[in-house]
T-cell receptor, first 117, second 114 residues
Framework: AQSVTQLDSQVPVFEEAPVELRCNYS??????LFWYVQYPNQGLQLLLK??????LVKGINGFEAEFNKSQTSFHLRKPSVHISDTAEYFC???????????????FGQGTILTVHP | DAGVIQSPRHEVTEMGQEVTLRCKPI?????LFWYRQTMMRGLELLIY????????DSGMPEDRFSAKMPNASFSTLKIQPSEPRDSAVYFC????????????FGPGTRLTVL
């Protein structure tokens, strides 16, 4: 089974400051990794994903994440945040395999990012 | 494509009533997932289907919950009888085994059981 730990439940930051949201995962098999964003009263939107290849992944809205297999981490970063980035962010994992469980996601508990003016 | 469609968006009901949540996946997607989101437990996978067949329902909390997928374009999640602790946001997501294994999420149904 897989598990995901988001190390910070809340991250307050000032506008234009850099931010890092931390995510660690546990799995006995190879995995795919994702970050989703949820704005208030909305569904989940995919920010970025790591499937294979370069360990630095760029996503929408200026976010990027780095896959570190040795540390089993997939931290999300943005060099300069905006007020509009205020939302909840979820890290998720699924196994790197085909079959009927393809696409079954295990989520972390979420990190609430609050950007202050 | 219109994306994953869920209805209703909001549902308020009284304890003991039957509740039915509906989901239309993205056309061509062959996997469908029902998740529940609460403050206490976060996002939990309840059940998922592949090619309309239930694969794993181990996340369904109890026998009051049931889900069906009669065809590739429609799924229901039913709670009977409903209880206040069922209050949550229920998300439906779909994906395709021929593409990246990411879920495409619907807007969710916010259920309040009084």
């Amino acid at each position: 089974a897989q598990s995901v730990t988001q190390l910070d439940s809340q991250v307050p930051v000032f506008e234009e400051a850099p931010v890092e949201l931390r995510c660690n995962y546990s799995s006995s098999v190879s995995v795919y990794l994702f970050w989703y964003v949820q704005y208030p009263n909305q569904g989940l939107q995919l920010l970025l994903k790591y499937l294979s290849g370069s360990t630095l992944v760029k996503g929408i809205n200026g976010f990027e994440a780095e896959f570190n297999k040795s540390q089993t981490s997939f931290h999300l970063r943005k060099p300069s945040v905006h007020i509009s980035d205020t939302a909840e962010y979820f890290c998720a994992v699924t196994i790197n395999a085909g079959g009927t469980s393809y696409g079954k996601l295990t989520f972390g508990q979420g990190t609430i990012l609050t950007v202050h003016p | 494509d219109a994306g994953v469609i869920q209805s209703p968006r909001h549902e308020v009901t009284e304890m003991g009533q039957e509740v039915t949540l509906r989901c239309k996946p993205i056309s061509g997607h062959n996997s469908l997932f029902w998740y529940r989101q609460t403050m206490m437990r976060g996002l939990e996978l309840l059940i998922y289907f592949n090619n309309n067949v239930p694969i794993d329902d181990s996340g369904m909390p109890e026998d009051r919950f049931s889900a069906k997928m009669p065809n590739a374009s429609f799924s229901t999640l039913k709670i009977q009888p409903s209880e206040p602790r069922d209050s949550a946001v229920y998300f439906c997501a779909s994906s395709t085994t021929s593409g990246p294994p990411q879920g495409y999420f619907g807007p969710g149904t916010r259920l309040t059981v009084l």
